[in-house]
């Protein structure tokens, strides 16, 4: 930093409208900034955004005797490792959605004639929309709120996307709560779900039926949906009051279709202990919570010392699943219809490039596997070295997440076909996605195969730490977002981030108390269906896109991502956030609304009303914080509309950026002589 800048103690610069507007243009014609070189090319003090007038991050302030304010500044924490980064990305970012929703679409959409429309809107809506968040970050160095200080008007998007990311850490637990739960029964032969008998069976339990007439329930294959969501789970038709034997002698497919799986029955009368509807919550599985206190116990100790904690157990977590699955791939393709499975899951059908389905399920799928809109990569971006090369790590983590995706598929069809052949019946009544696979479909499969605890336990602890780091590192980006805007002068600016990480995991656990009841499921899927739907995150993904390119400037932003990488990104990059991804993020999501249809349940369950219009609450308590937000700043500034406007679009600088220019730049930046008052931040709306 310049001498004038130490002498003063100025922190972080609010600029004039006309210098930083004009600034890249000024320098080098709309070029980057040279690069200033710095020891270990750090991310130095890098601080900005947060509650109150002014503030920082460890909440110190300072007055000066001309009346400005001046911010003591605070180093922010970074990776140990770069690889750190990667890992953590990849442990968010690649998750249950991979394993259990991708291969169901690609051998729904076509088989390998998917792939033509999912890799095309890779490259112009997931890359750039991923690129585009964590280059926000570690550019801004501010979680997903404070980063968006680069436009103050829109901090809405921020706030939008902590509200999602809430949601989504309170009831996407619930998935590793019932993997634990398969888990620990696992240790037992024969499993429990593979046999009748049991407390929890009804009259209608059989385990031989589908080889003469399939089990509709079982066989009926999952309906798509915006988002990763519950599909038909369970058997669509209420037990009969017949006895086993009446059944058996009776070969007719009528009756035979009222007969209940054993493992259909243990996942919804001994797992889920299923309800009448929403409005039936019924009692507390005591059992269930003890298994989601061992959840967010194991959650809280992997994240809550930061990204020094969370660096290193992702390598396990992360990587872990990885080894599963090629085990899990080796020993699928020795067994039976193993081949059948494959090719089925790859056969092109080229009719299906010509269905809109096709398109609109590869675009929902992409933004919600790549974990768009949600603010963790943000967060995870803002702990970056300031000249790390993200750009090369967006095309890197793309290229894994979507490489797991199609790996993935090998492994679960493989025992698909393995599961059809056995059962003497055709893949498509076996094909299953979501939680149907994870804990109908997959168990079943694994209790035809010898040593069948040993696949079920290993199935589901991958399952487990599959979900587990998308889990923690969620919450982390949760904590970045609040630790950045806590208020410093007030109690809660001087909370340890320990604290801040227990009261969300409790406030996250009394939340889901609800979803370990009888009626917990209604409750998961409401959550599941609307506050993280494709509609949310095709909502926030788009304003992004339009803020960052036409708001603050598409080529504004491109300079500053040169003046960290040390050279100019591919155009096409700011064509996607200018014009191509607004414009498939739009299209997705009117097809998303004009093709809304009421929420079910197994398709027989319909929603009461008032149930649909919590799950709208959850929905627009997330979408409406934009526009609320740009409302509220545009009422509350004084003068005309076009002095607010260019007022609470002028970036809030961060001392890093300072830094990190050349010298003779740093003095247009500082505050004209004579400055009686200095704002350094804006409030958090």
């Known amino acids: 930093m310049s001498p004038e800048l130490e002498e003063?103690?100025?922190?972080?610069?609010?600029?004039?409208?006309?210098?930083?507007?004009?600034?890249?243009?000024?320098?080098?014609?709309?070029?980057?900034?040279?690069?200033?070189?710095?020891?270990?090319?750090?991310?130095?003090?890098?601080?900005?955004?947060?509650?109150?007038?002014?503030?920082?991050?460890?909440?110190?302030?300072?007055?000066?005797?001309?009346?400005?304010?001046?911010?003591?500044?605070?180093?922010?924490?970074?990776?140990?490792?770069?690889?750190?980064?990667?890992?953590?990305?990849?442990?968010?970012?690649?998750?249950?959605?991979?394993?259990?929703?991708?291969?169901?679409?690609?051998?729904?959409?076509?088989?390998?004639?998917?792939?033509?429309?999912?890799?095309?809107?890779?490259?112009?809506?997931?890359?750039?929309?991923?690129?585009?968040?964590?280059?926000?970050?570690?550019?801004?160095?501010?979680?997903?709120?404070?980063?968006?200080?680069?436009?103050?008007?829109?901090?809405?998007?921020?706030?939008?996307?902590?509200?999602?990311?809430?949601?989504?850490?309170?009831?996407?637990?619930?998935?590793?709560?019932?993997?634990?739960?398969?888990?620990?029964?696992?240790?037992?032969?024969?499993?429990?779900?593979?046999?009748?008998?049991?407390?929890?069976?009804?009259?209608?339990?059989?385990?031989?039926?589908?080889?003469?007439?399939?089990?509709?329930?079982?066989?009926?294959?999952?309906?798509?949906?915006?988002?990763?969501?519950?599909?038909?789970?369970?058997?669509?038709?209420?037990?009969?009051?017949?006895?086993?034997v009446q059944l058996l002698l009776n070969n007719s497919c009528t009756e035979t279709e009222s007969l209940r799986s054993p493992v259909i029955e243990f996942w919804e009368r001994k797992v889920l202990r299923l309800s009448g509807g929403l409005h039936e919550p019924g009692d507390i599985s005591w059992e269930m919570v003890l298994c989601l206190i061992a959840t967010w116990v194991i959650v809280y100790f992997c994240m809550w010392k930061g990204v020094k904690s969370t660096g290193k157990v992702v390598y396990f977590t992360a990587l872990f699943p990885y080894l599963v699955l090629v085990v899990l791939l080796a020993h699928g393709v020795t067994l039976p219809g193993a081949l059948d499975g494959i090719v089925y899951y790859l056969k092109p059908d080229w009719s299906k490039l010509g269905e809109a389905q096709v398109w609109i399920d590869a675009g929902t799928q992409i933004f919600f596997s790549y974990a768009i809109g949600l603010g963790a990569l943000t967060a995870l971006g803002s702990y970056n070295r300031f000249h790390n090369n993200c750009y090369q790590d967006a095309f890197v983590l793309a290229l894994i997440n979507s490489g797991t995706s199609f790996f993935a598929g090998f492994v679960v069809f493989s025992v698909l076909g393995f599961m059809a052949a056995e059962q003497g019946v055709d893949i498509s009544k076996v094909a299953e996605s979501g939680p149907g696979l994870a804990f109908i479909a997959y168990p079943k499969a694994v209790t035809l195969m010898p040593l069948a605890p040993l696949w079920a336990a290993l199935f589901f602890f991958m399952l487990l730490i599959l979900g587990l780091d998308s889990q923690f590192v969620g919450v982390e980006g949760l904590i970045t977002g609040i630790m950045d805007m806590l208020p410093p002068k007030y109690v809660l600016g001087s909370l340890r981030r320990e604290v801040v990480a227990a009261i969300c995991c409790v406030i996250c656990f009394l939340i889901d108390m609800s979803m370990v009841t009888e009626g917990g499921m209604y409750v998961f899927q409401l959550f599941d269906y609307y506050s993280a739907s494709g509609i949310t995150l095709l909502w926030q993904a788009f304003w992004e896109c339009v803020v960052i390119a036409w708001v603050y400037g598409a080529d504004r932003f491109m300079d500053d991502v040169a003046r960290m990488i040390g050279y100019q990104p591919l155009p096409y990059m700011k064509w996607c956030w200018s014009y191509i991804t607004p414009c498939v993020c739009v299209g997705v999501f009117l097809f998303h609304v004009v093709n809304y249809k009421p929420l079910t349940y197994n398709t027989v369950y319909t929603y009461p009303l008032w149930g649909e219009l919590l799950g709208w609450a959850l929905a627009l308590s997330s979408m409406l914080c934009i526009p609320l937000t740009v409302l509220f700043k545009l009422l509350r500034s004084n003068g005309s509309l076009r002095e607010r406007w260019q007022h609470l679009t002028t970036p809030v600088w961060g001392r890093h950026h300072l830094e990190y220019l050349a010298p003779e730049s740093e003095a247009k930046l500082l505050p004209p002589a004579g400055t009686k008052n200095t704002h350094l931040f804006e409030s958090v709306i």
């Open 8 to 244: 003063t103690g100025q922190g972080d610069i609010s600029l004039p409208q006309l210098e930083a507007g004009t600034l890249s243009e000024e320098e080098g014609g709309g070029s980057a900034h040279p690069l200033v070189p710095a020891p270990g090319a750090g991310p130095g003090c890098g601080e900005g955004g947060g509650v109150g007038l002014p503030q920082t991050q460890d909440g110190a302030t300072a007055g000066t005797g001309n009346g400005a304010v001046a911010v003591p500044a605070l180093e922010r924490e970074t990776w140990t490792r770069q690889m750190d980064f990667i890992m953590s990305c990849v442990g968010f970012a690649v998750g249950l959605g991979n394993v259990w929703r991708f291969p169901y679409l690609c051998y729904k959409n076509g088989g390998g004639v998917f792939l033509i429309p999912y890799m095309l809107i890779v490259f112009i809506g997931g890359i750039p929309v991923f690129f585009l968040e964590i280059a926000l970050g570690q550019f801004m160095k501010q979680g997903g709120v404070s980063a968006w200080n680069i436009a103050p008007l829109f901090k809405g998007l921020g706030l939008a996307s902590m509200v999602i990311v809430f949601f989504c850490n309170t009831y996407y637990i619930m998935i590793l709560v019932w993997g634990l739960y398969f888990l620990v029964h696992s240790f037992t032969n024969p499993l429990p779900w593979a046999t009748c008998g049991h407390p929890w069976n009804t009259l209608n339990c059989t385990q031989d039926f589908r080889r003469t007439c399939h089990n509709r329930s079982a066989a009926q294959p999952a309906q798509p949906s915006s988002a990763v969501t519950p599909s038909n789970l369970h058997s669509s038709t209420p037990p009969l009051n017949l006895s086993a």
